[in-house]
C-alpha cells in the first residue's frame, strides 16, 4: 500500500498588540493546548483534521494526544494514539519515539496488541540560548506483540542520525506570539516480520515546536521501499511526502 505524506507549513499572522510567549520555554505549557492542522495522505485523497493535544501532567511531565480524521472519501480514516514528554530537567526533556514514526506504523488496535520500545529517545532543550545546535543520535527497536499469545507481531528498528535543532523565527496566532524551532534529522525504520525484513523507510524528517505550544507539526519527505517476499514480487519503491496546513492553536 503506498502511503504518501506531506507537510506544508502555514500560520495566519495576528494584528499587532500580540501577547509574547517567546520568552517562555517550548515545553511550558500551563495546562493544555492543541495545534490543529488539516493534512493529506494522498493529494487525490483530499484533507483529513490533524490534531495534537499536549496536556501538562501533575509530575511535569507532558502527555500528547495525536489526532488524524478524515471522513471524506475516497478512503476515509481515523487515527489516534498518545506518547509521553518527560521532563528530564527545567531545560531538557525526552520525546518517546512515537513522535518520530510515521502515523500509518501506528495505526493498530491495542487491544490486540501490546506495544513497546527498547533504545534512546529523543532529548531536547526546553529553551535554546544559541541559533542552532546538533543532536545525538538516536536508536531502537519499536515491538509489536499478540496480547493473547505474548508472541512478536512485528518490529520497527529505528534510527535518528543527523539531528539539528534550530531557531526559525517568530509567529503570531490569535493575538499571541511564539518562537519556532525545527527538529530536523535522517529517519530510518526497518520493518521485519518473523525475522524477515520486508520494508524500509528513508526519510528526512522535521519536527516544528512552538514556545508554550510544544508540538506544532511535522514535515516527511523520502520513500519506502517493499522488499522481495515471494519468488512472483518485485521490490517496490513509493514516494513519502506529507503536507499539513496549520490552521490554529488553542490553550
Do not use: W
Given at each position: 500500500?503506498?502511503?504518501?505524506?506531506?507537510?506544508?507549513?502555514?500560520?495566519?499572522?495576528?494584528?499587532?498588540?500580540?501577547?509574547?510567549?517567546?520568552?517562555?520555554?517550548?515545553?511550558?505549557?500551563?495546562?493544555?493546548?492543541?495545534?490543529?492542522?488539516?493534512?493529506?495522505?494522498?493529494?487525490?485523497?483530499?484533507?483529513?483534521?490533524?490534531?495534537?493535544?499536549?496536556?501538562?501532567?501533575?509530575?511535569?511531565?507532558?502527555?500528547?494526544?495525536?489526532?488524524?480524521?478524515?471522513?471524506?472519501?475516497?478512503?476515509?480514516?481515523?487515527?489516534?494514539?498518545?506518547?509521553?514528554?518527560?521532563?528530564?530537567?527545567?531545560?531538557?526533556?525526552?520525546?518517546?519515539?512515537?513522535?518520530?514514526?510515521?502515523?500509518?506504523?501506528?495505526?493498530?488496535?491495542?487491544?490486540?496488541l501490546q506495544?513497546?520500545?527498547?533504545?534512546?529517545?529523543?532529548?531536547?532543550?526546553?529553551?535554546?540560548?544559541?541559533?542552532?545546535?546538533?543532536?545525538?543520535?538516536?536508536?531502537?527497536?519499536?515491538?509489536?506483540?499478540?496480547?493473547?499469545?505474548?508472541?512478536?507481531?512485528?518490529?520497527?528498528?529505528?534510527?535518528l542520525s543527523?539531528?539539528?535543532?534550530?531557531?526559525?523565527?517568530?509567529?503570531?496566532?490569535?493575538?499571541?506570539?511564539?518562537?519556532?524551532?525545527?527538529?530536523?534529522?535522517?529517519?530510518?525504520?526497518?520493518?521485519?516480520?518473523?525475522?524477515?525484513?520486508?520494508?524500509?523507510?528513508?526519510?528526512?524528517?522535521?519536527?516544528?515546536?512552538?514556545?508554550?505550544?510544544?508540538?506544532?507539526?511535522?514535515e516527511r519527505?523520502?520513500?519506502?521501499?517493499?522488499?522481495?517476499?515471494?519468488?512472483?514480487?518485485?521490490?517496490?519503491?513509493?514516494?513519502?511526502?506529507?503536507?499539513?496546513?496549520?490552521?490554529?492553536?488553542?490553550?
Amino acid at each position: 500500500m503506498k502511503f504518501c505524506f506531506s507537510i506544508l507549513f502555514f500560520i495566519i499572522f495576528s494584528v499587532s498588540h500580540a501577547q509574547t510567549d517567546i520568552k517562555r520555554g517550548i515545553f511550558d505549557i500551563q495546562d493544555s493546548v492543541m495545534a490543529i492542522s488539516k493534512m493529506t495522505v494522498e493529494k487525490a485523497d483530499g484533507y483529513g483534521e490533524n490534531l495534537y493535544v499536549t496536556q501538562r501532567l501533575a509530575n511535569g511531565n507532558l502527555s500528547v494526544k495525536y489526532i488524524y480524521n478524515k471522513t471524506v472519501t475516497p478512503n476515509p480514516i481515523y487515527v489516534s494514539y498518545s506518547f509521553n514528554i518527560e521532563s528530564l530537567s527545567p531545560d531538557s526533556f525526552a520525546i518517546d519515539i512515537q513522535a518520530a514514526m510515521p502515523f500509518s506504523s501506528l495505526y493498530v488496535d491495542t487491544n490486540f496488541l501490546q506495544q513497546s520500545y527498547i533504545g534512546s529517545r529523543a532529548a531536547l532543550p526546553n529553551v535554546l540560548n544559541q541559533d542552532s545546535i546538533f543532536l545525538p543520535v538516536v536508536q531502537g527497536v519499536f515491538s509489536l506483540k499478540n496480547r493473547a499469545s505474548n508472541k512478536p507481531f512485528i518490529d520497527y528498528a529505528i534510527v535518528l542520525s543527523n539531528r539539528k535543532f534550530v531557531k526559525k523565527g517568530n509567529i503570531s496566532v490569535n493575538g499571541k506570539t511564539h518562537e519556532i524551532f525545527e527538529h530536523s534529522y535522517n529517519f530510518s525504520q526497518r520493518t521485519t516480520v518473523n525475522g524477515k525484513t520486508i520494508e524500509i523507510r528513508e526519510e528526512t524528517v522535521t519536527d516544528r515546536f512552538g514556545t508554550s505550544v510544544g508540538f506544532i507539526n511535522q514535515e516527511r519527505i523520502g520513500k519506502l521501499t517493499a522488499l522481495l517476499t515471494y519468488p512472483t514480487e518485485t521490490e517496490k519503491v513509493n514516494s513519502i511526502r506529507q503536507e499539513s496546513l496549520l490552521l490554529n492553536i488553542q490553550n
